[in-house]
RNA sequence: UGGCUGAUGGUGUAAUGGCAACACAGAGGUUUUUGGUGCCUUUAUUCCAGGUUCGAGUCCUGGUCGGCCAACCA
């Protein structure tokens, strides 16, 4: 094997890891996490995360959990759990250990009564407001809180009595006593425990004070001796404070990583704004297929392979970046061509009848390829008939130059059929064209083509008596501009009202016999994959992505 | 008027002091029983000003512009 390895390019976090294996830190043992809030499902942005985390320990060795960030019961809930996962295995990965940040509930409790004990935090009883008041600006230093220079004993003892809910919600907080005047607003004491009487989806009413993300997840990376902590570039001004607990606890130090997240035109990327939407119902929900979620792009019918080579080219980098929606389309193409199932189905149909049918056979049995890049793919076969559906937009009454489908006169193949010629264009009232009446040349079917005529154009169709129908959901991006969020104003003025149209359309008969896990290619359209609400009785297709766009008239 | 962080074609990503390259997007051609795919060609790039060096996208100095930071969110 004397293949030439290619010089693969590391990223800024690669070329770290390989650095700290090569020096022998912590005896070359690598531990990367996943670390998710169970408050939304995740979306394509979360996907760059998982690849980047998951794709270094199958790279390098190691492994990676999977830490649900469960810290503020208010806004998590199992549902988004469960989705999670899901999502993470779809794309391909799987944990070494799935933890939760309130696995560690009673040690946080203890690292925080530590602090107190050193004089490192003390119970506020401040309001918000007043804290903030006394918190300063970027540009100008906080002043102390009246409550800063309690004895450690108070402090111990209030803490006690808080978590014994003593107290009422927001009456008190635990702060760290860092720097009210550093020049990091993170490390102007930070509160790093509040009181909720709020029902945690995992330890249920046990407790009523819970620790702030600071205070729990560089504690949490330390406690399962995560190596490499990534995390996203709006956390970069967290990593003093990460440092300065992992120090002052005197535990495990982990050591945390910022990248740039990922921006894709056309969409949104925040919780927040995500959650409105299916709040506002401006989408029907965390899948559908409009949404940047993973959830939503698999119901859409893009294979986790595309999404996973896609985070692979878009690289890891500290800049921000908006990437084109159209090289994440590029990917699902790629990914596509290779494995859907083609087939016709016709959007407008506009009758053709073949005058020239012998009516005494009934049909004339057609066999058309399943997939043309793989020839081991089969076959299946369709009846083509005196009656047939085409598309309105492949008949032109007075064509452009160049246009080589059907108009008076002129021939076209029939994909895997005959050649037709139009001979006559019937129109209603209005002048409409209503049918065509065409001649079929019986030497010409595919395969065993005798007749000589070549023809330019090549058009899909089907029998109009046999095909069935089925609901087509053609969905278009979700936004009108390519970057909603930074726009003036609200991001919900700019959503495209005509994101999804939902159509009928004919297919073949053959569809309802596949599976829902098979995706589709409707020859010359786009690709289309059933939808969860798919039935054999009632087919539903989604559109994926359109072909490649060649001619235009 | 603070701190942190970043800047390479239209969009991303490489080049680790030595010919600025790759992908997407765009344009053109070719093949094709999908105006798809494949194949070929092509347009277009180092934020600015100095400096170091035989040589700077890369190193140094000073600017400019962008992003993040003042939730009892993560």
């Known amino acids: 094997m004397s293949e030439e390895i290619k010089e693969k390019s590391l990223n800024f976090i690669e070329e770290i890891v390989v650095a700290d294996l090569k020096s022998g830190k912590h005896s070359g043992r690598l531990l990367t996490r996943f670390p998710p809030e169970p408050n939304g499902y995740l979306h394509i942005g979360h996907a760059k995360s998982i690849c980047l985390n998951f794709g270094l320990t199958q790279d390098y060795g190691g492994g990676t959990n999977l830490r649900f960030d469960d810290t503020n019961p208010v806004t998590e809930d199992t549902e988004y759990v469960e989705s999670i996962k899901n999502d993470v295995k779809w794309l391909g990965f799987n944990w070494v250990n799935e933890y939760y940040a309130s696995d ?29 008041a006394l918190k300063g600006t970027p540009s100008q230093p906080g002043t102390d809180s009246p409550y800063r220079n309690r004895s450690i004993d108070e402090n111990l003892q209030l803490f006690e009595s808080m978590a014994n809910g003593e107290f009422k919600e927001g009456s008190k907080v635990l702060r760290a006593k860092i720097d009210m005047a550093s020049s990091n607003m993170l490390m102007r004491d930070p509160i790093i425990y509040r009181i909720k009487f709020a029902h945690h989806h995992r330890t249920g009413d ?52 910022e990248f740039a997240r990922l921006n894709l035109t056309y969409t949104v990327m925040s919780k927040r704004k995500l959650l409105q939407l299916v709040n506002e119902k401006y989408v029907t929900g965390w899948d559908d297929p ?36 159209s090289l994440l ?93 139009c001979d006559e264009v019937v129109h209603d009232e209005n002048g409409e064209v209503t049918e065509l009446k065409c001649s079929y040349i019986p030497t010409s079917k595919s395969g065993q083509d005798e007749s000589g005529i070549k023809v330019k154009g090549v058009i899909h169709w089907l029998p109009a008596t046999e095909s069935i129908e089925a609901e087509i959901r053609m969905y278009e991006r979700l936004f009108k501009v390519e970057d909603p969020s930074s726009e003036e104003g609200d991001f919900k003025d700019f959503i495209n009202e005509d994101s999804l149209v939902t159509i009928k359309a004919y297919v073949e008969p053959t569809l309802p016999s596949f599976d829902g896990e098979t995706r589709f290619q409707f020859i010359r359209n786009g690709y289309y994959a059933p939808d969860l609400d798919s039935t054999p009785e009632k087919l539903i297709f989604n559109k994926t992505v359109g072909l490649k766009e060649g001619f235009k008239i």
């Not at 046990?206 to 902590?229: L, V």
């Open 104 to 132: 560690y509930f009673d040690q946080l409790f203890k690292f925080a009564k530590k602090l107190i004990t050193k004089g490192l935090a003390y119970v506020d009883d401040s309001s918000s407001e007043e804290m903030a």
């Open 206 to 257: 046990k407790w009523c004070i819970y620790p702030m993300y600071d205070f729990a997840h560089g504690q949490s990376d330390s406690i399962e001796g995560i190596t490499h902590s990534i995390c996203t570039l709006e956390f970069v001004s967290h990593r003093e404070l990460y440092d300065w607990f992992l120090e002052k606890l005197e535990i495990f130090p982990s050591r945390q990583y």
């Open 290 to 325: 409009r949404m940047p979620t993973i959830s939503g792009m698999r119901r859409r019918g893009y294979p986790a392979k595309a999404i996973v080579d896609f985070c692979d080219r878009i690289g890891i980098q500290k800049r921000d970046n908006l990437i084109d929606v």
């Open 329 to 421: 389309e590029f990917f699902v193409r790629e990914n596509l061509n290779k494995t859907a199932t083609r087939v016709m189905a016709v959007f407008n149909p506009l009758k053709v009848t073949i005058t020239n049918f012998p009516t005494e056979v009934g049909s004339i049995e057609c066999t058309l390829e399943n997939n043309p890049e793989i020839p081991e793919s089969g076959s299946r076969s369709l009846n083509f008939t005196k009656e047939l559906w085409i598309e309105k937009d492949d008949f032109m009454e007075n064509p452009p130059n160049k246009y080589f489908r059907l108009s008076p006169g002129k021939m076209v193949r029939l994909k895997g059929a005959f050649i037709i010629q």
